[in-house]
């Protein structure tokens, strides 16, 4: 049974910065495509920041800079570096682990974050 937790959200002011991360257990993390997404209210779920199995990434334009997302297969964690927080990053994220060539899909519960002064 896959289950992907992430921890880590909170409430951070604009500038600040916030470290999520996204625990994977019951796959065999190394062979998945990981990412976070993000879906603010009244809003759809958007991609964030993505990387493969190999380790490139991908990020939405609105966070270039100033996300990054990186992986330990060795803790079967993917992690999100956010710094220079704005008011606009408010929304719940959500891990996402992907395996194409299977055609696996599977979502965390999703973690708050607010940036508010």
């Known amino acids: 049974q896959v289950q992907l937790v992430e921890s880590g959200g909170g409430l951070v002011q604009p500038g600040g910065s916030l470290r999520l991360s996204c625990a994977a257990s019951g796959m065999i993390f190394s062979r998945y495509h990981m990412g976070w997404y993000r879906q603010a209210p009244g809003k759809q779920r958007e991609l964030v920041a993505t990387i493969t199995s190999a380790g490139s990434t991908n990020y939405a334009d609105s966070v270039k800079s100033r996300f990054t997302i990186s992986r330990d297969n060795a803790k079967n964690t993917v992690v999100l570096q956010m710094n220079s927080l704005k008011t606009e990053d408010t929304a719940v994220y959500y891990c996402?682990?992907?395996?194409?060539?299977?055609?696996?899909?599977?979502w965390g519960q999703g973690t708050q974050v607010t940036v508010s002064s």
């Open positions: 996402n682990a992907r395996h194409n060539t299977l055609r696996l899909d599977y």
